[in-house]
Structure formats: structure tokens, C-alpha cells
């Protein structure tokens, strides 16, 4: 019973003499069909070669810089609680909107890309980074051949504008170049560097693509981050404005009141006093409120210039582009290995499925 059960895994291992017996007979066969691999490794390089000498170069186009995000509610804690009490908000609390890799999220989004695709190529033309692209890349020639998508136009003026196709073939670009041109990372985990890479095969569209997008998503950042201090100021501003008016008016009336009433009768002074007191109080009162807005204003600002984040380009794209070709002699050996190898595996696969059929 013992050998019984040995039988079947005897029958299913293969010992080390017959492993190199198979090598041996798997090496003479491919010996013998050497000249097939030569064969197949001559066409992969003439391949190789062709394909070295038809696509184009890479330019990649990279921008770094480093993110400061502002401080807010550190050193104004104690005037942002004080303003609070009088009915004013400083915008010292709460964290920010963009927090950890979210910028660089934002800077795949649809919309920010969107807008960088709209934008002007250069000062003397009208062509935009997209009909670049469309040109580039030969899109602007299947689009053509299309009759439904001839005609169609990617203007800022009418991109808000819900139209089905074109935001179709929008979607389409986009997923192309979020997926093949661009690339937004932090070389250093630690730091609050950003770097913003663009790749194609046009040395214009690397560059002013990768310019653009950058100054529309750090624009955005910054007026996302301060909109709300903004804001404040505005109305604090508004209010500070309006209460000097009224006090400027108040001390007018003051005065056009003593005017008015130059030979007064000295049993009428309720002609001259009532109304001079009544401006006077006017005035002290407004003047009082206008101090401590103003003093309210200026913490405002301040609240607004800390929470301000700091973003400082270091290095930006210039030209010459860094370019990246395939050789020749790198794609010649790149076709004959490629080819040569498949050559090989489907000489021994053939070889073993025979053998497997025979039995």
C-alpha cells in the first residue's frame, strides 16, 4: 500500500538528470533553428531602427517651486477674540482648504487644466494651447475628417456653455494629458517642494503648457486661501467708510448750525445750542466707532498678510528643452532582443505542445 501511494508523485517529478536532458534537447533544437532567430533578430533591428527614426523626440518642460502656507491665528489670537466680541471676524481660525498633497491634486483637476488649454499660445496670435495640441498630436486631422466635428471650436467665450460634443472631445484631451504629458510631484516627502513636470513632442507646447498651468493653480490657491480675509477687509473697509462719512457730515452740520445762527437772541438759544450739541455728540460718537474700526482694519489686514501663503519659483522651464530620442543603436539592439526573444519562446512553445500531442 505504501508504494501505491508513492507511485503517482514519482510518476509526477522530474529529477535533475532529466531537467538538464530536456535543457540540452531544447538548446539543439534551437541551434538548429538559428538562422530563424537571426532571421527574426535582423528584422526586430531593421524594425527598431525604422521606429528610432520616425517618432519623435520628447521635451519635457519642468517647473519647481516652494509652498509657504500662511500662519493664521498664531500671533492674532488674542485681537481676533477681542474684534469678535464687537461683532467682527478677523478670519484668524480654522485650517485651510488646500492641506497635504491636495494642490497637487488640483492640479489634475478638469478645470484648472481646462483653462491652461485656453489660454493664448503667445502675444502675437490668437491660436490657443489647445489647437496646439490638436496640431501636434494629429487630432486636428481626425476631427476634420468627422462632419459633426469639423467645425467645432474651443473659444473662452463659449466654454461655459453646455454643448455635449465639445465637451466630449474635451474629456478626451484631457484624460490624454493628465495621463501621458503631465506630472505634478514632491521630489522630497519632507519638503514643500513642488515640482511640475510636461512632456510631448512639441517644444512650445512643453513649455508654455507647463507655464500656465502652473501661474492658473497657484493663482487659484492663493485667492482660495485668502478669500475669506479678503472679504473681511471689504466689509470692515465698507463700514469704515460709511462711519467717517457720517462723522465728516455730523461736524459739517456743527458748523453750518453756528453759521445759521450769527446774532442770535440770547433767550432763543435753543435755536443754536440743541442742534450744535446734538452734532457734536454725532461727531465724539462717530469718531470714537472710526478709531476702533480703523484699529479693526489694520488687525484685518494683518490676519490677511500672514494667511498669504508664500510661493517662490525656482527654477522654471527655458529653452533648449531637455529632449529625449531613442538612438538608433539603442533601437536596433531594443527590436533585435524584443523580436529575437519572441522568436525563441514560440519555437519552444511549438516544440513543447508538439511534444505534449505526441504522448
Not at 467682527?88 to 487644466?113: A, H, K, P, V, W
Not at 466630449?168 to 519632507?190: A, E, F
Not at 500656465?212 to 490657491?221: G, I, P, S, T
Request: proline share 3%; with cysteine.
Amino acid at each position: 500500500m505504501k508504494e501505491e501511494t508513492q507511485n503517482p508523485i514519482n510518476q509526477n517529478e522530474i529529477s535533475l538528470k532529466e531537467l538538464l536532458t530536456r535543457i540540452k534537447e531544447w538548446w539543439q533544437y534551437l541551434f538548429r533553428k538559428k538562422w530563424i532567430i537571426i532571421t527574426a533578430g535582423i528584422i526586430g533591428g531593421l524594425l527598431g531602427l525604422g521606429y528610432s527614426i520616425i517618432k519623435k523626440p520628447i521635451y519635457t518642460a519642468a517647473t519647481t517651486f516652494v509652498l509657504e502656507n500662511g500662519e493664521s491665528g498664531s500671533g492674532l489670537a488674542a485681537y481676533a477674540g477681542i474684534a469678535s466680541v464687537m461683532g467682527f471676524d478677523l478670519g484668524g481660525g480654522g485650517g485651510g482648504i488646500f492641506q497635504g498633497d491636495n494642490i497637487m491634486e488640483l492640479y489634475r483637476s478638469r478645470t484648472m487644466i481646462e483653462k491652461t488649454l485656453l489660454s493664448k499660445v503667445d502675444s502675437f496670435s490668437n491660436a490657443t494651447l489647445i489647437d496646439r495640441y490638436l496640431e501636434v498630436t494629429g487630432a486636428r486631422i481626425k476631427l476634420d475628417k468627422n462632419p459633426k466635428l469639423r467645425n467645432l471650436k474651443f473659444l473662452v467665450s463659449e466654454i461655459h456653455h453646455p454643448n455635449r460634443l465639445r465637451d466630449s472631445v474635451m474629456t478626451l484631451i484631457i484624460k490624454d494629458i493628465t495621463t501621458n504629458c503631465l506630472g505634478v510631484s514632491k521630489p522630497d516627502k519632507k519638503l514643500s517642494i513642488i515640482k511640475v513636470v510636461t512632456r510631448s513632442n512639441d517644444e512650445l507646447f512643453s513649455r508654455r503648457f507647463n507655464e500656465e498651468l502652473v501661474k492658473h493653480v497657484n493663482d487659484f490657491y492663493v485667492q482660495t486661501k485668502t478669500k475669506k480675509s479678503l472679504e473681511n477687509v471689504s466689509i470692515l473697509q465698507h463700514k469704515t467708510d460709511s462711519v467717517r462719512a457720517v462723522m465728516n457730515g455730523a461736524i459739517y452740520t456743527a458748523v453750518e448750525v453756528s453759521d445759521a445762527t450769527p446774532n442770535l437772541n440770547p433767550t432763543r438759544q435753543v435755536k443754536r445750542v440743541a442742534p450744535l450739541q446734538k452734532a457734536q455728540f454725532s461727531a465724539e460718537t462717530n469718531k470714537a466707532v472710526l478709531g476702533e474700526m480703523m484699529k479693526n482694519l489694520e488687525m484685518s489686514k494683518m490676519a490677511l498678510m500672514k494667511e498669504t501663503p508664500l510661493i517662490q519659483v525656482i527654477d522654471s522651464p527655458i529653452y533648449p528643452l531637455d529632449k529625449e530620442r531613442l538612438g538608433k543603436v539603442k533601437g536596433i539592439l531594443t527590436g533585435s532582443f524584443l523580436l529575437g526573444f519572441l522568436n525563441i519562446v514560440c519555437l519552444l512553445f511549438r516544440k513543447i505542445l508538439k511534444s505534449i500531442l505526441s504522448e
